[in-house]
């Protein structure tokens, strides 16, 4: 029975690793695939040569990108859209959420209501940048934190990790030591949400960083564009020149350079949330469970 149950176990373990394997294959080799493309020569690439190591080692695409002015720039206001945008996301998400799993609150029902119907119905594209005119904030940076400045689901992640992680007895002890509300969020519910926080700053956090649209709609000013932007605009006007060129070899020297940039932007913009998402992944499936616990 033993044996027979141990060659079970044995059978599913090698099953389970080798289905993990390749998954992980999956989801890992783009990536590598796109870092070993961004430094080989793009004729190879694209002629299927380059599949595990790099060939024709260069690093033009690189050179290309970071000798335009803009690149700087780009970064600098992205890290500070995304950090300020996800201070302010973080901070107004939390106490919503906390505000919700109050039972005292009164009314939080029809609130949650409200603000879930949001999630399936918004107002349109143009009704927003209406509402974005009339505030003054076209091409200001405030219309980079301000519009999408909290996110329902979040609150609703953040309202059902409070109601199973604080417990009412907390709460009431508390307020019988003298403890008024804002103490007890402050000083006791938020140091035990660390997990919460953590998996807020990585949702909120990627968006920012991501973010481009509301870039393309609302700002005018370079000097104000996010490096999304930025990166996007390098990849647009490389394929604008290689299509405006007329003698055949110039075309493909151009086609070439746009490859070799195209793989270059994708590893210039992801790298930063490659380097802090192992920082706070230990927090990621606990979130993420804590918002799929209760309704």
Not at 141 to 148: C, E, G, Q
Request: hydrophobic letters at 50%; glycine letters at 6%.
């Amino acid at each position: 029975m033993n044996s027979k149950k141990s060659l079970v176990d044995s059978t599913f373990d090698i099953v389970n690793y080798s289905i993990l394997g390749i998954v992980l294959l999956t989801v890992i080799y783009p990536l590598y695939f796109i870092a070993i493309a961004s430094i080989s020569e793009p004729n190879l690439v694209n002629s299927g040569q380059v599949w595990i190591i790099p060939k024709g080692i260069m690093f033009e695409g690189y050179e290309r990108v970071f000798s335009d002015p803009n690149i700087m720039t780009g970064y600098r206001n992205s890290i500070f859209y995304t950090v300020f945008g996800t201070v302010i996301n973080v901070t107004l998400t939390l106490m919503a959420g906390y505000s919700l799993s109050r039972k005292d609150l009164k009314g939080k029902n029809a609130i949650m209501l409200f603000m879930t119907f949001t999630m399936f119905f918004s107002g349109g594209l143009i009704p927003t940048y209406l509402v974005v005119k009339s505030l003054g904030m076209i091409n200001n940076i405030w219309a980079m934190l301000i519009p999408n400045a909290v996110g329902v689901w979040n609150i609703i992640i953040a309202r059902t990790f409070f109601q199973t992680s604080i417990p009412d007895e907390l709460l009431e002890a508390a307020i019988i030591d003298g403890c008024t509300n804002t103490k007890f969020y402050v000083k006791i519910a938020l140091p035990l949400s660390k997990a919460l926080i953590a998996i807020m700053i990585l949702f909120y956090g990627v968006g920012h960083w991501n973010a481009f649209f509301n870039a393309l709609i609302y700002l005018r000013d370079k000097k104000l564009f996010p490096l999304q932007l930025v990166l996007r605009g390098i990849l647009v006007d490389s394929q604008m020149l290689a299509e405006m060129v007329k003698d055949q070899d110039m075309l493909s020297e151009y086609q070439r350079l746009t490859e070799v940039i195209k793989y270059a932007l994708i590893i210039v913009a992801s790298l930063p949330l490659l380097i802090v998402y192992p920082f706070v992944q230990k927090y990621f499936v606990k979130g993420i469970m804590i918002g799929s616990l209760k309704g």
